[in-house]
Every structure is written in structure tokens, then in C-alpha cells.
């Protein structure tokens, strides 16, 4: 693991893709800082960190779309898997490569507040809060982009699909509005994803009984549960796409609540991306 962190680390240090990564988000930070901090004599640097995770659906399609793509582009891939070292851990070290690259723009980020302080009274503890929850939102997006490169070979196909799905996580709220909250709205939403589920698992494992089985069993609980009781799908369809929203997570940590639930939040979504990284990678590697 440690020499797949040391190689991807070196990649990203002596190519622009890392510079330009940590430039960019230390430009966009540093305007909105000299904006809401200096400009107005704000002492929330939250609100500042707050106004640019919008940041996260260009810089991370930037940062992860070669990551794995490009070995399945260039076939060095096939060293990948047949080197004697478990799957996990070549995906753990490539993860972690570029969460240092990430680390660097917020380690910086985190003198921001200490320049306030010279001129004002800041509540760092506040603050610092909303820094690790900037770090934690961007561990979790970067996971979902290191999950969708896995998926392709080519990186501006990985880079799109990354950008189109944090943009739908980004703008759930306004998704989740065009749909009704009654029982009926829900169930047949429900109805839908179990078929695409459904088809996911055949897409995945090319056996067509087993993706009939579960899409027919996924179905039928829901129309058992809609029979029993229909209230359980008044509004269910909101919470689930207020789910898919990682951004929201973020709020707590704005206002400098240290929540556990979105840490969780975190680092589940962080889990099941690389998780799903690693059994699509073992996937080619079996097959």
C-alpha cells in the first residue's frame, strides 16, 4: 500500500494536475476569504468554507478522473492485479494519495483564522469545527469520484459522470421538490428503484435469474408494506434523496456543531464508495 501512495503522490507532484488542484482551490478560498472575512469584518470563516463547496464538483472530477481510468486505459492495470498484494490496499493507497493532496489546501485554509485573530475575536473552536467538516466533505466526495473512475477507461467520461452525479447530490434539495410527498408518489418511486436495482445487479453480475429473483422480492416487499401500512411512504422518497444530498452534512459543522451523525454520515459514504471501488476492481481481477 505504501509504495501505491508513495508512486500516486509523486504522480500528482511533478504534474500540473496537482498544482493546479491546489491552486485553484486556494484562489477561489482566498477570494471569497478577502470578500465575507476582510472586506466585511466577518469572523465566520464557516460561512466562507460554507459558500464554496460548489468548489467540490470541479476540482474533484480534476483530481480522480486518472486515477484509475488511466491504468485501465494504458493496461498497466493488468501489473495491478496479478501483483501479489490485495486489492484493498492498492485502492487504499491510491485513496489516500490523494487525500494528501487534498489535506494540503486545508492545512493552509487553517491559517486563515489565525489572521482574523490578529484583527478580531474569533471563536476558533467554531471555526475549526467547520474546517474539519470541509475536510470530511471533501474525503467523502473524493471516494465517489475514485468509485466512478474505477468504471472507465477514459477520463473525460470519468470526469463528466463524477461532476453529473455531485451535481445532482449538490442540487437534491431542488430534485426532491418536483416530487409529491404523498404515500402513492413514494411507493411508486420505490417501485422504480427496485427495478433499477434491479438491472444494476445484472449489469454487475450478468446473472439474469438472480436479477430477476431480487427485483421481484424487492418489488413485493414494497407492495406488501404499501398494503399493510401506506403511511411509512408519506414523505419517504424526500428523506431518501435528502440522503443522497452529502452537502447538507455540512450544515452542522457551518455552525460549529461537532455532529456525530454527519461524522457518520462521512465516513459511511467514504466506506461504501471505496468498498464498491474495490469489488469492481476484483471484479476484472477474477474475470
Do not use: H
Amino acid at each position: 500500500m505504501l509504495a501505491v501512495y508513495k508512486k500516486e503522490l509523486r504522480s500528482y507532484l511533478t504534474s500540473m494536475i496537482g498544482y493546479v488542484f491546489i491552486a485553484f482551490i486556494l484562489l477561489i478560498l482566498g477570494i471569497y476569504f478577502t470578500a465575507y472575512n476582510l472586506q466585511y469584518a466577518s469572523p465566520d470563516f464557516g460561512y466562507t468554507l460554507n459558500a464554496v463547496t460548489f468548489l467540490f464538483l470541479i476540482i474533484t472530477p480534476v483530481l480522480t478522473m486518472r486515477i484509475l481510468s488511466e491504468e485501465k486505459k494504458n493496461k498497466t492495470d493488468q501489473l495491478l492485479l496479478t501483483a501479489p498484494v490485495p486489492v484493498w490496499k492498492i485502492v487504499m493507497g491510491k485513496y489516500l494519495s490523494m487525500i494528501t493532496i487534498y489535506l494540503i489546501p486545508v492545512v493552509i485554509a487553517g491559517f486563515y483564522p489565525l489572521i482574523l485573530g490578529k484583527y478580531g475575536t474569533v471563536s476558533y473552536a467554531t471555526t475549526y469545527t467547520a474546517v474539519f467538516g470541509f475536510f470530511l466533505l471533501g474525503c467523502a466526495q473524493i471516494a465517489v469520484g475514485l468509485f466512478l473512475s474505477s468504471v472507465t477507461e477514459s477520463q473525460i467520461i470519468a470526469a463528466v459522470i463524477t461532476f453529473g452525479v455531485l451535481f445532482c447530490s449538490y442540487v437534491m434539495d431542488g430534485i426532491s421538490s418536483f416530487f409529491s410527498s404523498t404515500s402513492a408518489a413514494s411507493f411508486i418511486a420505490f417501485l422504480v428503484i427496485s427495478f433499477i436495482i434491479a438491472l444494476v445487479v445484472y449489469q454487475m453480475t450478468k446473472d439474469m435469474i438472480l436479477s430477476f429473483v431480487l427485483g421481484i422480492v424487492l418489488i413485493a416487499v414494497n407492495v406488501v408494506l404499501y398494503i399493510v401500512r401506506s403511511s411509512l411512504y408519506e414523505g419517504l422518497i424526500q428523506k431518501l434523496l435528502d440522503l443522497l444530498a452529502i452537502a447538507n452534512q455540512y450544515d452542522s459543522f457551518v455552525g460549529g456543531i461537532l455532529d456525530v451523525s454527519g461524522i457518520i454520515y462521512m465516513l459511511s459514504v467514504i466506506c461504501i464508495f471505496v468498498f464498491l471501488t474495490i469489488q469492481c476492481i476484483q471484479k476484472r481481477r477474477w474475470s
